[in-house]
């Protein structure tokens, strides 16, 4: 059974810092190219950043600068550092892993920014 299990959401001021965490279970994570996507209430949900089997990686123009993807293979796991988060950037994060027709969504992780 594939699983993605999202952790590092919670609650941070404006300026602050976050790292989410995407762990995997039940399939070659590696081989995967990775996304990190969020939807906020009342919006559709849009891609932040994407990092593929090579560790190319993708970003939003809105979180350009300001957040950075990575993998970890040996851990089955990729990550999101966030820094200088703004309130726009309140949402819940999902992870979506996919090859070819496999395709794969956490549950999500929720995101607070606010004073």
């Known amino acids: 059974q594939v699983q993605l299990v999202e952790s590092g959401g919670g609650l941070v001021q404006p300026g602050g810092s976050l790292r989410l965490s995407c762990a995997a279970s039940?399939?070659?994570?590696?081989?995967?190219?990775v996304g990190w996507y969020r939807q906020a209430p009342g919006r559709q949900r849009e891609l932040v950043a994407k990092?593929?089997?090579?560790?190319?990686?993708y970003y939003a123009d809105s979180v350009k600068g300001r957040f950075t993807i990575s993998r970890d293979n040996a851990k089955n796991t990729v990550y999101l550092q966030m820094n200088s988060l703004k309130p726009e950037d309140t949402a819940v994060y999902y992870c979506?892993?996919?090859?070819?027709?496999?395709?794969?969504w956490g549950k999500g992780t929720l995101v607070t920014v606010s004073s």
């Open positions: 990092i593929t089997s090579g560790s190319s990686s």
């Open positions: 979506n892993a996919y090859r070819t027709i496999n395709d794969y």
């Open positions: 039940g399939i070659m994570f590696s081989i995967y190219v």
